[in-house]
């Protein structure tokens, strides 16, 4: 095939949130590497900035876009809704004085699937794009079959417990109640946005934050619904890591867990938006506190409705956490997670959290609250068979026995055995010639030929 003089920019533009800041940053680090020029996109919520780590990158400001502030008022369905169309404008004036800027020398638009607006200034600058998902290959096919399901039945079939039960036709082992709806809007509102986010439009491919070692047929379902090249080039944060947490890290931690027994810790960190109810809080608590297991709990200020952050603990808690435990606000999960100390990670099961605890080979207790986690715990527990799932409501007699299934049974050693194995596949991915290695480099390679458009 004829090629061109490569053009050297790659615009990306991710959802201001955690979860998916993190993974388009890795990418930017991955797509830097190969010799682009990278400048991201961010709204006035996204609170990235060029830091040391980030140097190289040029960042821009969309106009007039949502604050944080935005985000409490709304909740997270309708603050999508609204930044989708806000945008717009805003982002086509960006992408106007970049070309103006810069010249005319960008490869294409790389954008956070839930940022369909960027598809606007796409098509009327005439530049390629691609969708991005941050999400598991496997939360992408259930979107993809949600958006099409008729919503008032649907929430019938989940309101149904012999129904919710039931494994949901062509998407085993999930479930009803394993599949990506959301606590944060109503199903019509749901059902909407993933009709928007799985639409690619006119983009020319899709890149994945997975591999074809984790989920191979969830990959081959989408390469032949999609009718795109499908690149998965994960796990991002081996393949490229970036620092980019949004919250201040406690390192103090790390020096707590030196004093700790090899693989003797539950690490316990249930994101960076869940909310846990006070009596979640107070069962946790006594679980681990009847475990007899080392325990370091992440606790973000706020997460506690009506605590400003600790106050809702036990009385006698603090007690038991000076003797055994560590409480922080947020911690440096990567850090975390590589120390001998940490035997197993409680989790939200994101899928950043996923492929980080997999990718250092520590098996799962599993606490979905919403939408693609449910679909990862699932996983976790019956496919890659290295998780916990905590189901309904918790008890500290449940708590104590997952803990120590997962640290002290002969089933946790089994499942740590298993666990390695996925990090060693993981990391064979990413290294020359692997899996993900080659994708990268065939997306790379795409970016050069005529016809990319």
């Known amino acids: 095939m004829e ?28 797509l830097y590497s190969k010799g682009f020029s990278i400048t991201v996109v961010l709204t006035q919520y996204n609170r990235v900035s060029s830091s040391k780590d980030f140097s190289d990158f040029h960042f821009l400001t969309i106009p007039g876009s949502l604050t944080e502030s935005d985000l409490k008022n709304l909740g997270p369905f309708k603050f999508l809704f609204k930044l989708n169309q806000i945008c717009e404008a805003g982002f086509k004036q960006c992408i106007g004085q970049l070309l103006q800027e810069q010249g005319n020398d960008i490869a294409c638009v790389v954008y956070d699937e839930y940022m369909y607006f960027s598809q606007a200034a796409v098509k009327e600058f005439q530049l390629p ?4 998902s941050t999400t598991s290959a496997t939360a992408f096919v259930c979107r993809s079959v ?10 019938l079939d989940m309101k149904d417990p012999k129904v919710s039960d039931k494994v949901f036709p062509g998407l085993h082992p999930l479930r009803y109640k394993d599949l990506p709806t959301s606590a944060f809007g109503p199903i019509e509102s749901i059902l ?4 928007e986010t799985v639409n690619i439009r006119t983009a020319s491919a899709v890149i994945i934050n997975s591999t074809s070692c984790l989920e191979n047929s969830s990959l081959a379902w989408l390469q032949r619904e999609l009718q795109v090249p499908v690149y998965p080039i994960g796990p991002l944060h081996i393949a490229a890591s970036a620092p980019s947490s949004l919250l201040e ?43 007899n297991q080392p325990f370091l709990w992440v606790i973000r200020p706020g997460s506690i409705p009506g605590s400003e952050w600790t106050e809702s603990l036990p009385e006698g808690f603090s007690k038991l956490v000076a003797e055994r435990g560590y409480i922080v606000k947020w911690a440096p999960q990567m850090e975390v997670l590589r120390h001998p100390a940490v035997g197993g990670f409680w989790s939200h ?15 799962m207790i599993c606490r979905p609250f919403t939408g693609d986690q449910k679909v990862n715990a699932r996983y976790l527990e019956r496919v890659w068979r290295i998780g916990v799932q905590l189901e309904g409501e918790l008890d500290k007699g449940t708590v104590e026995r997952a803990v120590e299934r997962l640290l002290v049974d002969e089933e946790g050693v089994e499942m740590r055995k298993r666990a390695i194995d996925l990090k060693e596949k993981l990391e064979a991915s990413v290294r020359s010639k692997g899996s993900s290695c080659s994708s990268l480099n065939n997306f790379v390679s795409s970016l050069k030929m005529k016809n990319f458009m």
């Open 3 to 30: 090629e061109l003089r490569v053009k050297r920019r790659i615009v990306l533009v991710p959802v201001p949130a955690q979860g998916h800041v993190t993974p388009i940053m890795q990418l930017g680090k991955a």
């Open 129 to 132: 794009s691609v969708l991005f």
């Open 146 to 155: 949600l958006s099409r399901v008729d919503a008032e039945s649907f929430l």
């Open 349 to 363: 099961c994101g899928w950043n959290s996923t492929l980080e605890s997999i990718g250092e080979g520590v098996p």
């Open 192 to 195: 909407k946005v993933y009709s």
């Open 249 to 291: 890290e406690d390192m103090s931690c790390i020096e707590w867990l030196n004093k700790q027994k090899l693989g003797s810790v539950i690490y316990i960190s249930l994101g960076s938006l869940a909310l846990m109810e006070t009596k979640d809080v107070l069962e946790m608590a006594w679980g681990l506190s009847n475990s």
